[in-house]
């Protein structure tokens, strides 16, 4: 197993758009905190399943690069758009002065039928590339422990490299608990021919029930000993929160001294959970 090549390391925070106004005050609040503790290098927010928050995503991305003057990266999915609609989006990120851009399949509510132009990931990372060249430095995703609907990991990094070479310029991994898991992708990758920085995506760990149900929808495995003792602490969520501060820092720590080329945090909204493992953590 091998390290990744030095990198500048960078570090970058992740929202998803609120529903309410309440919570989109909340949200400029803790991006303000984020901005004054971390000095991330963007901020991304999410984009719902088909499309659901487009207007949300748009919402909260001009308005969080407006309150911190920080760059934001909008997450755009593919299914269940048209060529059309992608590109009004897109033109309206390119005139608010976004040049970051999260580029993602997507996945189409349950109970509709997709009318897309796109089936696959890269197919939109070529459309942006065609049509906006260097306009957007574009992210795509990456499985470390495989995509949970590739049929082999072989088959998954084939779709990593078309995405790629497509033009992505860089990646961000779902999230993991097990290092290795990390720099064997990475070693894979590079005996691909694949050359960009991919960043670790790191979840913080606060709320086991919570953390269990999402990555076993999500594909992201939680290591045996890991779910015993969580489960172990039961309803003490003091001590489930205090020992996944520990265990996640621990972990940021050893990606980073290896030579992961920076640290993207799955903030959830909260500051908390994510200040704690950077306050652990930080140069």
């Known amino acids: 197993m091998q390290t990744q090549k ?3 390391q960078h570090f970058s925070c992740e929202f998803f758009p609120p529903k309410t106004e309440q919570g989109m005050d909340k949200l400029f609040a803790t991006a303000e905190t984020l901005k004054n503790e971390i000095n991330p290098e963007f901020f991304s927010v999410t984009f719902g399943a088909g499309g659901s928050t487009r207007e949300t995503t748009y919402n909260a991305v001009t308005k969080i690069k407006q309150n911190t003057g920080c760059d934001v990266a909008p997450h755009l999915s593919c299914i269940g758009s048209s060529k059309q609609q992608l590109t009004e989006i897109l033109d309206s990120y390119k005139a608010q ?5 999260v580029t993602l399949r997507g996945d189409m509510p349950s109970g509709t039928v997709s009318q897309s132009d796109f089936n696959h990931a890269n197919e939109l990372v070529s459309f942006i590339r065609e ?9 795509v995703a990456a499985y470390p422990e495989v995509h949970p609907q590739a049929e082999t990991a072989t088959e998954d990094l084939l779709n990593f490299k078309k995405k790629v070479e497509a033009g992505a310029d860089s990646a961000i991994t779902q999230y993991f608990y097990n290092v290795d898991s990390y720099f064997y992708f990475i070693d894979s990758c590079e005996k691909a021919g694949l050359d960009l920085p991919i960043v670790p995506g790191i979840m913080p760990i606060t709320n086991y029930s919570n953390l269990a149900r999402f990555s076993d929808m999500c594909g992201a495995d939680i290591p045996q000993w890991l ?3 969580l489960t172990a602490y039961g309803d003490d969520t003091d001590s489930i929160k205090d020992f996944g501060a520990d265990f996640v820092s621990a972990m940021c720590q050893k990606l980073l001294a290896m030579g992961a080329p920076g640290l993207h945090f799955y903030s959830m ?3 908390e959970a994510t200040l704690r493992i950077w306050n652990n953590i930080k140069p």
């Open 6 to 8: 030095k990198l500048e």
């Open 97 to 101: 002065g976004i040049n970051r851009i």
């Open 131 to 139: 049509n906006y060249n260097a306009q957007f430095h574009l992210e």
């Open 227 to 229: 779910r015993r003792k």
């Open 269 to 271: 909204n909260q500051t």
